[in-house]
Structure formats: structure tokens, C-alpha cells
């Protein structure tokens, strides 16, 4: 049986680099992820003073509970959407000017919920271009903290930003969400503030957030879940294929291994063990309507075998996946199409329906690491798919293609043993 060692969470590194870089002491990060994304986050904390020492299999991070240790700083962000979003925050708690900037891609991803939020806290912080995007300033001088209101209905992001500063304020943060997308992300964020000292309560729709800082520790990071749903839909896709991912089990932290549930209910036999999740392909993939709000990263992935299913696949909900590394919903129903099946598409709903197998063709990427991750898959059952920028991976999973192949190589040799 293929086993897929998959790389560290993208999610869990980035906000365990947060978490880290405010505790009091030497944290140790084991298996994080090196990425662009993560070696970018690792980056702008150097830019911002603090020390991180990296080994191939482990993290060192010295805290600074009172904030950045330089009084100026120029970050990049790059690609990313947690350095983008995050850092800022972080800064905010120290006393110096930061200014940061992103990629032209990063620049076109909206920010403004979270800089208003933080502008209502009284940190200075001005937008040098267009309102409510990179490249920005903060000019800090630590937060005192009180109330404030939070709309997260484009990005679990902004919430778990204003969480993860919340300890580090005078008076703590009691945080209005009037909405929320992606709700398991930010329970990962407040379980892994619990693993650092520090608790978070919820009274409806406000999350309050006590003083206090964090704690250094050892932090295990888990295998990526978003990443781990391209494997397997390729043992679903695959009749008698089968893989089994180590790390992610019934005590996972990262709610995108709820796609799984989704293959089962298409006809995938699925097995959540205690520290390891079983996919196998029963030779039948349904078609479904499905709610993705929740797990809406895995979205590409869906839509990606829904042309071999036997009806309608119905995507709904996933309006947040527009405001991506791109516009997600639109380039799964461009490259489908170029494919040369039939989608129909909404404000937020993708309909894929499967009739003449795909064609051979060139898919757009849009620079998106998911959409190239994703449409691999479909390669395995349509040949003849190639990419316009297959390196794009490099945020998320530099060996994506490598790996990818191998397993594949397994998965098939595996049904002619």
C-alpha cells in the first residue's frame, strides 16, 4: 500500500513561527515546512530582529515577548498570504516603523477588514497605495487591546491575526466577529494558542482573549492536510488504488482533512484512524452536492475529479475561494473547460458535469499552487495535461511534482502486483 510522507503544514508553520517569535524562551518547531511561503515568514521575522535557527528537520526560535527587536525594519512578504497578514500584527506590539510589501500577486489580495480592526486598537498603520492593500506601514508603539468589531466573511485570516496578537496587548482583545469563513482554521489557532500558554473563550459571535503572553515550548507540525487531499483523490480517481498518510488522524488539528468525507461520500472507502487517514478507490466516484465553505482550499481539488464522476458535481459556498492566490472558482471552470467539460459557475457555486472524457491541454495555472497541485490529479485518468508554470508549487510544496510522480508510479505499479 502507497504511503504518502507528506510535507509540514503550511497553516500550522506559519502561525506556529507567530506564536514562537512572541513566547518567552527558545521555541523549537520539529518537521516545520519549508516552503516559500514559511522561508519568506522566517525571513521577515530576521528583518524584524528576532533570531531563527534552521536545521533540515527543526526550527529554533528565540522570543521576544516585547516585540520586534529592531526599530526599523523593510519586510517582504512575498507570495504570502499568513507574512502578509500576520507580521504586521506582530510589529504592532513592538516600537519602531516596519514597512511591508508583497509580491504583485500578494498586492491584489485585500487586507482592509483586518488593518481597519487594527487601526480601531489605535496602532498607526497607513496603506502607501491603494486602501486596504500591500505595501503598508506601521509605525508601533505596542497595543493596549479593549474591543473590537472583525469582519472575517473574506478571510479566516484577519480573525486569527487579531487572536494570535490578543495575549500580547495591555488589556487583552474582545474580538466581534459579523462573520467567519473557514471556522477550522481558527480553531487551529486557538488550540495551538493553548499549546503556548495562552486561552481563548467564545461568548457567540464575540472571542475574548486574556493578557498574559505566551510560553515557549516543542511544537510538532503536522503533515499538510490541503496538501494531503491531492493524494487522496488520487487513490479515489484510481480504482483499487489506495494511500495512507501517517500524522493526520482523528486528532488533526486541520479541518481539510474533512475532504476525505467528501470522497466517501462519492464512493471512496475512507479510513480516520488515530494518527493515520486510509483513502481507497472503490472503482465508483458519484456525483454530489456539497457545501465547501469550511474547507474551501480543497475546492480545487474537488472540482478537479469531478469530471470522472458519474453525475453533476455541485460545489456551493466557497464565494472566498474569488479572493485567492487567484480567483479559484473561475480558473477551475477555465482549465475544465479547456478540458473540454461542461461547468457552469455563480457568485459562489461551481457545477461540474461530466459527459466525454477530457481532452489533452495546457493548464493555466494563474500562479496558483493549488490549481497545478489539483489538475495533476486529474492527469493521472486524462492524459496529455500540462502546465503553463508547473515551478508555482514552490509556495506551498517545492517537490510536489517529484513526489507526485512516485506515488503515482506506486499507486499503479500496486495494482498490477
Not at 119 to 146: I, N, S, Y
Not at 328 to 351: F, M, S, Y
Not at 367 to 382: E, N
Amino acid at each position: 500500500m502507497p504511503v504518502a510522507h507528506l510535507p509540514g503544514s503550511k497553516s500550522l508553520t506559519a502561525r506556529a513561527l507567530f506564536l514562537a517569535a512572541a513566547a518567552d524562551g527558545v521555541t523549537t518547531l520539529v518537521r516545520p515546512l519549508r516552503s516559500d511561503d514559511t522561508e519568506g515568514f522566517a525571513e521577515g521575522l530576521t528583518r524584524l530582529g528576532y533570531r531563527v535557527g534552521r536545521t533540515p528537520d527543526a526550527w529554533q526560535i528565540d522570543g521576544r515577548p516585547q516585540g520586534p527587536a529592531a526599530k526599523e525594519a523593510d519586510v517582504y512578504c512575498r507570495d504570502g498570504a499568513t507574512t502578509a497578514r500576520f507580521l504586521p500584527a506582530l510589529a504592532a506590539t513592538g516600537h519602531g516603523t516596519y514597512r511591508f510589501d508583497a509580491s504583485p500577486q500578494m498586492r491584489r489580495r485585500p487586507l482592509l477588514p483586518l488593518t481597519r480592526a487594527l487601526r480601531d486598537l489605535g496602532v498607526d498603520l497607513r496603506h502607501e497605495e491603494a486602501e486596504g492593500h500591500h505595501p503598508l506601514t506601521v509605525r508601533a508603539a505596542g497595543v493596549a487591546g479593549g474591543e473590537v468589531t472583525l469582519d472575517a466573511g473574506q478571510s479566516s485570516q484577519y480573525l486569527t491575526a487579531l487572536l494570535l496578537l490578543g495575549p500580547l496587548t495591555r488589556e487583552g482583545l474582545r474580538i466581534r466577529v459579523t462573520d467567519l469563513v473557514s471556522a477550522p482554521y481558527v480553531e487551529i489557532t486557538v488550540a495551538m494558542m493553548r499549546a503556548f500558554g495562552a486561552e481563548v473563550t467564545r461568548e457567540g459571535d464575540v472571542f475574548v482573549v486574556p493578557p498574559g503572553g505566551y510560553r515557549a515550548t516543542t511544537y510538532p507540525i503536522e503533515p499538510d492536510a490541503s496538501t494531503a487531499s491531492y493524494f487522496f483523490a488520487a487513490a479515489a480517481v484510481t480504482p483499487g488504488g489506495e494511500v495512507t498518510v501517517p500524522g493526520l488522524g482523528r486528532g488533526a488539528l486541520q479541518g481539510d482533512l474533512g475532504f476525505v468525507e467528501v470522497l466517501r461520500r462519492m464512493g471512496a472507502d475512507v479510513t480516520v484512524g488515530a494518527d493515520a487517514t486510509t483513502v481507497r478507490g472503490t472503482g465508483e466516484l458519484r456525483g454530489l452536492t456539497v457545501a465547501m465553505r469550511d474547507i474551501s482550499d480543497t475546492m480545487p481539488t474537488l472540482a478537479a475529479i469531478a469530471p470522472f464522476a458519474t453525475g453533476p458535481v455541485r460545489i456551493e459556498d466557497v464565494a472566498n475561494t474569488r479572493v485567492k492566490e487567484c480567483d479559484r472558482l473561475e480558473a477551475c471552470a477555465h482549465n475544465l473547460r479547456r478540458l473540454g467539460v461542461e461547468v457552469a459557475t455563480g457568485p459562489d457555486w461551481i457545477e461540474i458535469r461530466p459527459g466525454t472524457p477530457p481532452a489533452p491541454a495546457e493548464i493555466t495555472s494563474y500562479g496558483d499552487h493549488r490549481v497545478v497541485m489539483s489538475f495533476a490529479v486529474t492527469g493521472l485518468r486524462a492524459p496529455g495535461i500540462s502546465f503553463d508554470d508547473p515551478d508555482c508549487v514552490r509556495k506551498t510544496f517545492p517537490g510536489f511534482h517529484r513526489a507526485f510522480a512516485e506515488f503515482a508510479g506506486r499507486l499503479t505499479s500496486g495494482l498490477e502486483d
